[in-house]
């Protein structure tokens, strides 16, 4: 019998922003991930690369280091079951100068980014680094800590916090803020604050309007696509080593531990609201639609603090993140950054999310300056391109910051690019259609590819000329052929090999460290297949589930209904939640499900009620349909087995589907 499962679509919840997952665990096989050397081209990309970087004479590392404490002598951070989430000397390998295998610029980044422990900001303010892909920010008040963004998983924020009490004396929480929506900012609540003290409403949650909505269903309608997509920018299967994962440009890695969420007690929806918190005043920004879909920042006036949560981070940020998600505003979020170069006005210390802080007032300025005229130079100069008739893969081609962008490290491709970013412009604008007749309505990859080959004499026609142009360092174009051939040929492996070694060249020259894991990723799965099967543990997610609203994943069922299966059908079945006081009724008919309250009036074929609790452990598929009727928590009004052909209907999403190859 068909289960009612949408584990892949909850396990997507992971995924809703900067998040990611765990490194899978390999077999013998794996363990050598294959990835070829640099090639003598790609050697000297990066010493050229080398030679180019601008010069701070040496303040990003006196800034990253600026403030430090200590940080952890164990480096293990491990589950109640003793599963490690995250390993303080992961990236241990990451000392002196770039090896050819990366870009000279992202290991600087990435290099930064590993300095970990515990950093005085300033005056009562620390902050929590390199424990997750997050900072978690603690400031002190009159009673206790004031926690801003508890990290991903409640067992690095747990650690955080409690390193944290061990050098700054065993203080309460008597407040936490997120930020924002995406899932490293808000997930390990739990390992800060003791849930009746919650209850009792003795511990304010602070979040922006619209938290709860976007933090549990950001990505649950397209979240199978996007957890798939997620496992490429994100390197989740690659070795943390000089060939493989170095860090996402934003941090290292989203730990992968427990997640859970607690809902606000106090929204922030509009800017120039206040809020006193354990004796301080907090002079709030709302940015939504920013780098989050509900997100604010934050000024402390009493310790001459901002708090720019991401708005503004010490890399270029994605208005279009490769995972796939909705395209981001340029306009929007530069006009946030310009309104908080004016909030921000009397503050010593600019704090963010990610990465160190931003100290003294003419360097914040200069800082915030660049951060937004770099948003608004992409769009401006995006839209100019599209008005004179570039296309998307023109204007990425062409455009590039001018000098005065380009004299520091704080707004470089090491997350978000230049690049990509001009499309998401583009496609803001004016969509996927470039307006050439050619790409309305193209053949299909397999298709195209296959005649591609024919044309070019066959296999041994276009692996000769890959070789040429590897040979050649000219990558790129390698890459376009044998794409074509391993679409046509799934089989040839010695296209596969050759494929593969020629996205590692092109991930050992990437700036970006999404970049770098997708070619990475591809490359790795060319060699080893794609993953079998889920690598998330989905009882880490049941927290996040129960707060998820149920009629969200009564959506996600409309996008799994079979049409085949559905045709002809005309079936109503109503739902009631008795716990909850929910009760929603679906209908199939002309193979489109509608889901919507349940009124005394309707007259379902089929009711089926059931406790939110036993909803849940069906959608983590511990339980099929059949189980659940011989369940208390489950009876039926009507035929069941016109409710299990009503749900037979629907399909389960094959989350670890094929992507380099058909």
Not at 68 to 81: G, K, N, Q, V, Y
Not at 194 to 208: F, K, L, M
Not at 261 to 278: N, S, V
Request: with cysteine; glycine share 8%.
């Amino acid at each position: 019998m068909n289960k009612i499962s949408l584990t892949t679509v909850a396990a997507a919840i992971l995924l809703s922003g900067c998040s990611g997952s765990d490194t899978a665990q390999k077999t013998s096989a794996e363990s050598d991930a294959g990835f070829t050397a640099p090639s003598a081209y790609t050697a000297d990309i990066n010493r050229d690369i080398a030679a180019e970087l601008p010069d701070d004479g040496g303040a990003d590392l006196a800034a990253a280091q600026r403030g430090f404490i200590a940080t952890r002598s164990d480096p293990l951070i491990t589950t109640a079951a003793g599963d490690v989430v995250w390993d303080l000397d992961e990236y241990a390998f990451m000392e002196g100068p770039a090896p050819d295998s990366v870009n000279p610029s992202l290991w600087r980044q990435a290099t930064l980014n590993n300095i970990h422990g515990l950093f005085k900001v300033t005056e009562r303010i620390y902050q929590i680094r390199g424990f997750d892909l997050a900072n978690m920010t603690l400031i002190k008040g009159d009673q206790g800590f004031i926690v801003v963004d508890p990290l991903t998983s409640e067992e690095t924020a747990a650690a955080g916090l409690e390193f944290a009490r061990q050098h700054l004396g065993d203080l309460p929480v008597t407040a936490v803020l997120f930020t924002h929506s995406h899932i490293d900012h808000f997930a390990g609540v739990w390992g800060v604050i003791d849930e009746d003290d919650y209850q009792a409403g003795r511990i304010p949650v602070v979040a922006p309007e619209g938290f709860m909505e976007e933090a549990t269903s950001e990505n649950i309608i397209a979240g199978v696509a996007m957890s798939r997509r997620a496992s490429f920018m994100y390197g989740r299967r690659l070795p943390r080593e000089a060939r493989g994962h170095v860090g996402s440009g934003l941090g290292k890695s989203p730990a992968y531990g427990t997640v859970g969420i607690a809902e606000p007690t106090e929204i922030i929806d509009h800017t120039g609201q206040t809020l006193t918190l354990d004796g301080l005043e907090f002079v709030f920004q709302a940015a939504p639609g920013s780098e989050a879909p509900a997100e604010f920042t934050f000024a402390i006036p009493e310790l001459k603090a901002y708090c720019g949560a991401e708005v503004a981070t010490r890399n270029l940020h994605n208005l279009y993140t490769l995972r796939g998600a909705k395209v981001r505003d340029a306009l929007a979020w530069t006009g946030y950054i310009d309104e908080m170069i004016e909030l921000s006005e009397g503050s010593d210390v600019y704090f963010a999310s990610h990465h160190w802080p931003v100290w003294d007032r003419p360097t914040i300025v200069a800082y915030l300056e660049t951060q937004r005229d770099t948003y608004k130079y992409i769009h401006d100069q995006t839209v100019r391109m599209f008005n004179g008739g570039m296309t998307p893969r023109e204007i990425a081609e062409e455009l590039a910051l001018p000098e005065g962008l380009t004299a520091a490290y704080a707004n470089r491709d090491y997350y978000g690019t230049v690049a990509h970013n001009s499309k998401a412009v583009y496609q803001a604008y004016l969509g996927w259609y470039d307006a050439n007749p050619a790409n309305l309505n193209p053949l299909p990859p397999v298709e195209s590819s296959a005649r591609y080959v024919a044309l070019a004499g066959g296999a041994e026609g276009v692996i000769a000329e890959a070789e040429k142009s590897i040979e050649a360092g000219d990558y790129r174009w390698a890459a376009e052929l044998l794409n074509h051939l391993v679409f046509a040929e799934p089989d040839n492996q010695q296209a596969m090999q050759l494929l593969a070694s020629t996205y590692d060249q092109l991930a050992y020259v990437a700036e970006s460290g999404p970049w770098r894991d997708v070619y990475l990723s591809a490359a790795y799965e060319l060699r080893f297949g794609a993953p079998q099967e889920s690598q998330i543990k989905l009882s880490l997610l049941v927290n996040m589930l129960e707060q998820t609203p149920v009629e969200k994943f009564f959506q996600t069922m409309s996008v799994r209904l079979d049409p085949d299966k559905a045709a002809g059908v005309d079936r109503r079945v109503g739902i009631v939640f008795e716990d909850l006081d929910e009760a929603y009724l679906l209908t199939v008919r002309n193979s489109v499900m509608h889901h919507r309250g349940l009124d005394a009036a309707d007259e379902p074929d089929v009711v089926l009620k059931v406790s939110h609790g036993m909803f849940i452990r069906m959608l983590m598929g511990e339980v099929g349909l059949m189980e659940t009727l011989r369940s208390d928590e489950l009876s039926v009004e009507g035929n069941a087995l016109t409710l299990a052909s009503f749900f037979g209907m629907f399909e389960q999403p094959q989350g670890e589907f094929n992507i380099v190859t058909p």
